[in-house]
């Protein structure tokens, strides 16, 4: 086969090991000389595998702690060298260089040691590699000769080509120099972003880029004629979707992730055992109590009709007692998150005949760290960049704005509302009463209209219920129809020039009115 490189003598030097020996055993099988460096030559010589110690090849010793191990010319010069330029060769062979026809170098974890809890700074700089990267970028420049190989993914086919053609064909090796360079640029892009930090303190970098990493192909998009895929943000370290582990179920739609990803969002901030309904990417239910199970019932019984196919979000370990509620006939649910299950609740959510192939389990670990400092929103052309909506405003800062005052009662549910509607698509109105949702209005194109639906799905308990609205409200219509359902206070941003007309409205109807001074609109 024209093109084809052989491969003669190879360098090794990885910090992931996996399937490393049988690839090298392979190598050997074929007649390869094998170079390789400090705790690879160790694995490969206690695997049973020859190998030849770079340092003894470069007459120069592995120094300062293994920073400098093959950042010697001997290298360099035997990855860079033209096999058709003669005086490439000449110049090796003039120097005792030895052509190097494969690299296989993968870099120290820099992301998984950052990400750890608890690493120093220092530790995460000695993760930071300089002979690999170096090493990578060399073999990927002259691929026209040298084939290098990142990632053990990459050793089947290797191997396979050596069978089959006694070397590496052109493309596969621009295919391993493309996969070469994106491997150093994620890593480049991993430290350069550890450096900078979370804070977005001043302004916003002059440049941002993403290094994400394919984890799957989902089975679709939104529409089965669309095609789609998830990926990796190595730099997100909270508990996330994307890394949790799914414990039971049939694979997860591209909607089960953008459904199961804002349920844990909703609960993620909430100290008390919450529970989250979701449906179509909007809480339908959400509630708080002292046990999870309970917290669970009144998130149901939010909007039941809606909870048949949603998904649900919890934020504490699920267990027996409310596996068994979920298990209560006439109920389905599509996936489940949360950060643990006990084994008694996956027991029963997985054997129950109607659950036992459908319903996805998602464990994603404790819920201590917050989530990234900015959110990312892709449209036609660029990106737009945004501080997280982390936080709602300071009750300290919130000031009761009618001659009519709040019932110390209706505190807690006050909080609540104003915390759930900045988790609702705008123009948003929730009701609230014992800490759970019982009417949502979301994304409609007038405020009125989102207060109508609310009202319309909570029915007989909006008698009773506090409304919060996610932004001002233009005219005092609103109120009249609140006052109307039985609503027995109001929270909302203010700032319209006609607050005064509401809060007057809300006087008349003897409604206390709470101004936070801060909107949450979701988009």
């Not at 990578?136 to 191997?159: I, M």
């Not at 890394?243 to 992730?257: C, D, H, V, W």
């Not at 008390?272 to 309970?294: E, F």
């Not at 596996?323 to 006939?329: D, H, I, Q």
């Amino acid at each position: 086969m024209s093109n084809v490189a052989s491969i003669r003598n190879a360098l090794i030097s990885v910090s992931d090991k996996l399937g490393l020996a049988d690839l090298a055993a392979g190598l050997q099988r074929a007649g390869v000389t094998i170079y390789s460096t400090g705790g690879t030559r160790r694995h490969l010589e206690q695997s049973g595998v020859d190998v030849l110690d770079v340092a003894d090849y470069t007459g120069f010793p592995e120094m300062l702690d293994g920073r400098v191990k093959t950042l010697h010319p001997k290298v360099f010069g035997g990855i860079l060298a033209i096999r058709d330029r003669q005086d490439h060769m000449d110049a090796i062979d003039e120097h005792d260089i030895v052509p190097f026809d494969l690299v296989i170098v993968n870099l120290y974890p820099f992301a998984a040691t950052a990400a750890r809890s608890g690493v120093s700074f220092q530790e995460c700089v000695e993760q930071i590699d300089i002979g690999g990267p170096s090493l990578v970028r060399a073999a990927a420049k002259n691929h026209n000769d040298v084939a290098v190989a990142t990632s053990p993914e990459q050793y089947g086919e290797l191997l396979e080509q050596l069978d089959s053609t006694g070397g590496t064909t052109p493309e596969f090796r621009k295919q391993l120099a493309a996969d070469a360079f994106d491997h150093t640029a994620a890593y480049d892009r991993a430290i350069a972003d550890y450096m900078r930090g979370d804070s977005l303190a001043g302004e916003f970098p002059a440049s941002m880029h993403l290094a994400l990493r394919r984890k799957t192909q989902l089975r679709y998009g939104e529409n089965p004629h669309q095609r789609a895929a998830l990926y990796v943000d190595p730099t997100v370290r909270s508990a996330n979707l994307v890394s949790a582990r799914q414990i039971s179920g049939k694979e997860l739609s591209y909607n089960n992730l953008l459904d199961l990803d804002s349920a844990l969002e909703i609960v993620r901030g909430m100290s008390r055992p919450a529970v989250s309904v979701i449906k179509h990417n909007n809480p339908c239910g959400a509630a708080t109590d002292q046990k999870l199970v309970d917290a669970c019932r009144k998130a149901l019984a939010g909007d039941p009709l809606s909870a048949f196919g949603s998904v649900l979000g919890f934020n504490k370990t699920v267990d027996v007692a409310t596996a068994e509620l979920l298990c209560e006939p006439g109920l389905f649910i599509e996936a489940i998150v949360a950060p643990d299950f006990e084994a008694g609740a996956v027991g029963l959510l997985t054997t129950r005949p109607r659950w036992r192939e459908n319903v996805r389990l998602m464990q994603v670990g404790i819920l201590d760290d917050p989530p990234p400092a900015i959110q990312r929103r892709f449209i036609s052309g660029g990106m737009l960049v945004q501080e997280t909506d982390r936080m709602t405003s300071p009750r300290a800062q919130w000031v009761t704005a009618t001659d009519t005052k709040v019932d110390e009662e209706l505190w807690d549910d006050i909080v609540f509302g104003w915390e759930m509607v900045r988790h609702v698509k705008s123009n948003a109105i929730v009701l609230a009463a014992d800490t759970s949702l019982v009417g949502v209005g979301a994304g409609q194109m007038s405020r009125v209209d989102s207060v109508e639906i609310s009202i319309e799905k909570a029915g007989d308990r909006a008698k009773g219920a506090i409304l919060a609205s996610d932004a001002f409200f233009p005219f005092p219509d609103s109120i009249q129809a609140a006052a109307e359902a039985g609503i027995v206070a109001v929270i909302q941003p203010g700032g319209s020039r006609r607050d005064d007309e509401v809060i007057e409205a809300c006087d008349n109807y003897e409604i206390p009115m709470i101004l936070t001074g801060r909107r949450h609109f979701k988009h």
